[in-house]
């Protein structure tokens, strides 16, 4: 059974930083493209930031310079470091495999 397990949400000041990871079950991480997207209350689903099996990488221009997605291919693992977080980036977090297989999300507050 396949399982995605994001990690690392919680509330945060504007300016500083959080890092998220998501975490593979089941499925060789290593050979999907591996994304992550949020969602605010009242917006659609977007997408923050992708890395390919490859180790490219791909960012929304609202993050870009902030955000950094990495991949450890051997925890079979993605994370996302996120800085200089703003209230526009609370939202909750998905990891997303093979644009197929999703993870439950992880809620991040940026709130003074």
């Known amino acids: 059974q396949v399982q995605l397990v994001e990690s690392g949400g919680g509330l945060v000041q504007p300016g500083g930083s959080l890092r998220l990871s998501c975490a593979a079950y089941?499925?060789?991480?290593?050979?999907?493209?591996v994304g992550w997207y949020r969602q605010a209350p009242g917006k659609q689903r977007e997408l923050v930031a992708t890395?390919?099996?490859?180790?490219?990488?791909n960012y929304a221009d609202s993050v870009k310079g902030r955000f950094t997605i990495s991949r450890d291919n051997a925890k079979n693992t993605v994370a996302l470091q996120m800085n200089s977080l703003k209230l526009e980036d609370t939202a909750v977090y998905y990891c997303c495999a093979g644009y197929n297989y999703w993870g439950q999300g992880t809620q991040v507050t940026v709130s003074s």
């Open positions: 890395i390919t099996s490859g180790g490219s990488t």
């Open positions: 089941g499925i060789a991480f290593s050979i999907y493209t």
